[in-house]
Structures are given as structure tokens and as C-alpha cells.
């Protein structure tokens, strides 16, 4: 059975990045049906078009994937148009900016956790009985390389990634345990060319931080570091290692070299190599 060709699949923020680059690959790899959701109505509209143009069918939802009711309505939607839905991509997410845990408002920190964490809850959730129910269902849920790794600043970011990660283990052993016929797989991205840090970076700068000048020159460099120096792999290239990874039957995949290096780190020295990314970022960011 082929693991993609036929198939209908979900992606959330699917309208830019890796996950627009996603619903592409899938097309390109013979996908019948892709859900394209994102907050961005018009750029969700545009990755569909752009699917279509490659021979698979598509449907566009604006959605905010805090929002459960939301989600589950697109679902229904999404059964109804295609009557299967194989795979879903929890792929949306937003980061914190470059602020410690006190520089950030209450406001702030939910949101973070409203998109990263509750948005791969209500996915699964709303679409684990679609995937069960297909016969052959893959689970794909995005933590991100500081979901391997605590960091300085990102205290929220790594908090939801962390618990995406141990969610979808979680998730993992329930359908083992329940002999269910869906694959569940974390992702640990790092250094993808998104516009991940931009956006974070317009909201920091949007909000408390827009009063501060240091905090927006800080801000400004790190993102500027972010984008010319450790953003290394296009999101094109994510992408094809990604469903590779899937057709290979892995359920724990790292993307690029930095992520895997960070995890053997991690693994060899867990209670001594957070002095080594602090010295790290000291060096890069000051």
C-alpha cells in the first residue's frame, strides 16, 4: 500500500513555509486530497491553488488551531468533501521571541501555547477517529529541535514543544496499546528557512517590547543571526526528508544536521549541556 499516492491529507499552516512545502511534496508524491488550513485565509486559498495546479485536489479553511470548535467543524468538512481523511500534519506554530519568561505577558504566553500545544491536541483529537477509521492513518505532530533542548528565551516555546513531544509519545503507545492502524510521528525541525522568527519578531515588537530599546535592538540582531547564519535547510528540502522519513516507517525524525547533533548532546550530557548552549549563545547574541 502506497503511503502517499491516493491519499487525503490535513496540514495545518499550510499557508507558508514548511507546511505549504508539505502540501506540495504530498502532491507531487501522488496525494488525491489535501485539507490546507492556516490563519492567513489568502495564503491558505494560494497553497491550494498551487496544488492543484500539481493534480491534486484541494480545500482551503481559515482556522485558528486554538480554537477545537473550529477544528472538528473542519474536519466534518473535510469528511464530507472527501469521505476519508488518511493523515494529518499538525504543523502550525508560532514562536516567543528572543524574552525571558518575565519580559513576556500573560497574553503572550497563552498564545504560544493556544498554537504550539493546543492546536495539536484539538487536531488529534478531533481527527484520530478519521485516521483509525481509514485503515491506514499517519499522525504527524511538529515539536522542533527546543523540543529536544532547553534554551535561554524561549521558556514558553520550549515548554509547548517539549509537551508536543511527550504527547505524541503518549499518543503512540495508545494506538499501540489499542492495535490501531495509524503511525504516530514527532518531528524535531531545526534551522529551517521559515518565516518562523520574523513573525515572532513583528509580534515582540508589537507588543511590550516596542517600548524598550534594547529589547528591540537585541530582537533585531537575533532574528538577523537567526535568518543569515543558522537558518540553513529550505523548508522545499524539510519537506522531502520529512515524508521520506514517514515512508521509511520512522516515528521519531530529526531535520537537518544541527537537530541531530543537538540530540546527541542532549543524550550524552543531560545535566551539563545547558551550560554549553548558554556559553553558545552568549557568543552569538551579545
Known amino acids: 500500500m502506497s503511503t502517499f499516492k491516493g491519499k487525503v491529507a490535513a496540514v495545518t499552516g499550510a499557508g507558508s513555509g514548511i507546511g505549504r512545502a508539505l502540501a506540495l511534496e504530498l502532491a507531487a508524491r501522488g496525494a488525491r486530497g489535501l485539507i490546507l488550513a492556516d490563519i492567513d485565509a489568502a495564503a491558505a486559498e494560494d497553497t491550494a491553488q498551487r496544488v492543484q495546479g500539481a493534480g491534486a485536489e484541494a480545500e482551503a479553511y481559515r482556522l485558528d488551531v486554538g480554537d477545537g470548535a473550529a477544528f472538528a467543524a473542519m ?8 469521505g476519508v481523511v488518511h493523515q494529518l500534519y499538525n504543523n502550525a506554530g508560532i514562536a516567543q521571541g528572543g524574552r525571558s519568561l518575565l519580559q513576556l505577558s500573560r497574553e503572550e504566553i497563552a498564545r504560544v501555547l493556544d498554537v504550539n500545544l493546543w492546536g495539536v491536541i484539538h487536531g488529534s483529537q478531533t481527527f484520530l477517529p478519521l485516521l483509525i477509521a481509514s485503515g491506514d492513518g499517519h499522525l504527524v505532530n511538529i515539536s522542533s529541535l527546543n523540543g529536544l533542548m532547553a534554551q535561554a528565551e524561549c521558556s514558553i516555546y520550549c515548554a509547548s514543544k517539549f509537551a508536543v513531544r511527550g504527547f505524541t509519545e503518549a499518543l503512540r ?15 524535531h525541525p531545526g534551522g529551517v528557512r521559515t518565516n518562523i522568527a520574523a513573525a515572532a519578531h513583528s509580534a ?19 532574528v538577523r543571526i537567526y535568518e543569515e547564519t543558522l537558518f540553513r535547510m529550505t523548508a522545499e528540502q524539510a519537506a522531502i526528508d520529512l515524508l521520506d522519513g514517514i515512508e521509511r516507517g520512522r516515528n521519531r525524525i530529526l531535520l537537518t544536521r544541527q537537530t541531530k547533533w543537538i540530540d546527541r548532546l542532549v543524550r550524552a550530557m543531560p545535566e551539563h549541556y545547558l551550560p554549553r548552549v548558554v556559553a553558545w549563545q552568549r557568543k552569538l547574541f551579545t
Open 173 to 187: 503507545a495508545e494506538m499501540l496499546l489499542q492495535r490501531a492502524p495509524v503511525a504516530v510521528v514527532v518531528v
Open 204 to 222: 515582540a515588537l508589537a507588543g511590550p517590547a516596542a517600548i524598550d530599546p534594547d529589547i528591540r535592538a537585541r530582537e533585531q540582531k537575533r
Open 75 to 82: 474536519a466534518s468538512a473535510a469528511k464530507a468533501r472527501f
